[in-house]
C-alpha cells in the first residue's frame, strides 16, 4: 500500500515510523514532512493546510490510504476534500473536527449529553463577559477562545485584571480573529491530567494507552503554555478503575453524541481529562493525535497501525483486537531557547546519525530541515527523543542520555518530565 500523511512535526514522524512497521505498508509519503521524516518517507512541499494543493499531490502519488494528522486541515474539511475523490481517508470530516474546531459546540455537547465537565458561560461581547467575572469573582479563571488559536486560546485568569484583559484582546482586540470573537467562561478545575486518545469508526471507541503530558515551558510547570514538553505512557493516576468510569461516562457517551447528531466521528478522537475529586471531567477533545502524546503512544501499540486505520475507515473497528506492549515510554522534547515566544531557527543539531538518530532512544523529529547532510532546526520544537523500557525510571533515564548527547545553539528542555509521574507511582 501506498499511504501518504498529512503534517510535518513529531506526531507525524511516530505515526510514519509505526506504519512502516506493518508489512502492508510498501511506500510512505508525507506533505509537507520535515528534516527528520525525510529520512523515512519522501517528502512533498504542500503545505498541511492547502486543501487543493494536498488533493492535487494525492492525484499524483494515488494513495491507497491517506492520513491527515494536524488539527487546521481536519477543521478545515480536507478528509471530506480527499473522499470527495475518492481516497481512503483516515480522519474525522468537518462537521465531526467542529469538536476541537469550536470550544462552544463542544461544551454544548457535552451538556446536551450530560457528559462530565467544567460548568460555563458562553460570550460574544466584552461587557457582559467582564460583567459576569465581576459578578462570580473567583480565581483562577478560565477563558477560551472558541475556534483554533494555535495550542494559544487558553488563559487560566489568575485575577480580575489577567481576566478582563483576555477577555479584551480575545473579543475585542481580535487576537485570534473570528476564532476568539466568541468565548467560554469556565469553572477551573483541579486534579492530575491524562491524555486518552482513541480509535473510533464512529460506533465502536478503542482507547489507546494513557499518557501524561507536560505543556508549561519550564521545571516544575513554570513558564508559558506550549504545545508539550514532554510525554509519558501509560499515565499512573489512569488506574484501570477510572477506565472503565471513563468509557461508560464520557468515551462511549460521546461517540452517541456525535453519531446522534448527524456527525459521526471516524479517526482519532482525543480526550483531555482531568480527575477531579468529583470524578473525571473533560477539559478538552482534540479531532486528532495528540502531540507529543503520539510519540509515547504509538511506539507501545502492538497491533498493525494499518489495519486499524482500514478498520476504522471501514467501520469494522468492534472487530479488532487492540493490543498494547507491557512496557513504559517516555518523550523528552528539545525546543529552540524562546520557544514559544520568539526563538531563532537555521542552528546546526550535532550528535545525530545520517539517520537523525542517537543510540537507545528514537528521535521523532518536529521542527528540522535536512540540508548538505546536516540536520538544522527549524521550528520551536525540535527533537522529541522517546525511549520505552520495562519500567518509567528507565525509560527517562534513557531518554535524557540519549537526549544529552544532542547539542544545538539555545537547545532548550525541561529537565523534570516524568517526576511526576514518577511520584505518583511511588504512592
Ligand atoms: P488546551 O489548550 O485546551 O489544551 O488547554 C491548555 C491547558 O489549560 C490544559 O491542558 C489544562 O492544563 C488547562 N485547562 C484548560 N481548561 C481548564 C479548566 N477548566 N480548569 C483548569 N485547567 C484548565
Ligand atoms: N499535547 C496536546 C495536544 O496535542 O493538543
Request: hydrophobic content about 40%; some cysteine; overall charge negative.
Amino acid at each position: 500500500m501506498k499511504i501518504l500523511i498529512v503534517g510535518g512535526g513529531g506526531r507525524e514522524h511516530a505515526i510514519i515510523m509505526k506504519l512502516a512497521e506493518s508489512p502492508k505498508a510498501t511506500e510512505l509519503y508525507c506533505a509537507p514532512g520535515n528534516g527528520g521524516i525525510s529520512r523515512y518517507a519522501k517528502c512533498f512541499d504542500v503545505k498541511a493546510t492547502d486543501i487543493p494543493g494536498m488533493v492535487e499531490l494525492a492525484k499524483q502519488l494515488q494513495p491507497d490510504l491517506v492520513v491527515v494528522a494536524p488539527d487546521d486541515p481536519l477543521v478545515l474539511g480536507m478528509v471530506d476534500a480527499m473522499q470527495a475523490e475518492g481516497f481512503k481517508t483516515f480522519g474525522p470530516k468537518a462537521n465531526a473536527a467542529i469538536i476541537e474546531g469550536s470550544k462552544i459546540f463542544s461544551k454544548e455537547l457535552m451538556k446536551k449529553y450530560q457528559i462530565p465537565t467544567g460548568a460555563y458561560e458562553v460570550f460574544t461581547d466584552s461587557e457582559s463577559a467582564i460583567a459576569y467575572i465581576k459578578n462570580q469573582n473567583s480565581y483562577p479563571t478560565v477563558i477560551k477562545a472558541d475556534g483554533l488559536a494555535l495550542g494559544k486560546g487558553v488563559i487560566l485568569a489568575q485575577n480580575e485584571e489577567e481576566a478582563i484583559s483576555a477577555i479584551r484582546e480575545m473579543i475585542d482586540d481580535k487576537k485570534f480573529g473570528e476564532s476568539s470573537s466568541r468565548i467560554v467562561i469556565e469553572e477551573f478545575l483541579t486534579g492530575p491530567e491524562v491524555s486518552v486518545l482513541s480509535f473510533t469508526d464512529g460506533k465502536t471507541v478503542i482507547p489507546m494507552i494513557s499518557s501524561m503530558d507536560h505543556k508549561r515551558a519550564l521545571d516544575n510547570d513554570e513558564g508559558l503554555n506550549t504545545g508539550g514538553m514532554g510525554t509519558v505512557a501509560p499515565n499512573p493516576y489512569y488506574t484501570e478503575e477510572i477506565a472503565q468510569e471513563c468509557m461508560t461516562k464520557i468515551f462511549q457517551p460521546t461517540i452517541e453524541a456525535m453519531q446522534k447528531e448527524g456527525r459521526p466521528f471516524t479517526g482519532c478522537l482525543y480526550f483531555g481529562l482531568m480527575l477531579t475529586e468529583n470524578g473525571a471531567k473533560v477539559i478538552e477533545y482534540n479531532c486528532r493525535f495528540g502531540d507529543p502524546e503520539t510519540q509515547v503512544v504509538l511506539p507501545l501499540l502492538d497491533t498493525d497501525l494499518v489495519d486499524i486505520m482500514l478498520a476504522v475507515y471501514d467501520g469494522t473497528l468492534a472487530e479488532l483486537l487492540v493490543n498494547w506492549k507491557k512496557e513504559n515510554a517516555a518523550c523528552v522534547v528539545l525546543a529552540s531557547g524562546g520557544y514559544p515566544v520568539k526563538y531563532e531557527s537555521g542552528k546546526v543539531i550535532s550528535g545525530l546519525d545520517e539517520k537523525g538518530q542517537v543510540s537507545n532512544a528514537f528521535v521523532y523529529h518536529a521542527g528540522t530541515k535536512f540540508e548538505e547532510n546536516q540536520f538544522l532546526t527549524a521550528g520551536g520544537r525540535v527533537l522529541g527523543v522517546t525511549a520505552t523500557a520495562d519500567t518509567l525510571e528507565q525509560a527517562l533515564a534513557q531518554a535524557y542520555q540519549s537526549a544529552e548527547q544532542i547539542t544545538f545553539d539555545k537547545i532548550h528542555y525541561r529537565h523534570d518530565i516524568g517526576q511526576r509521574a514518577l511520584r505518583a507511582k511511588q504512592g
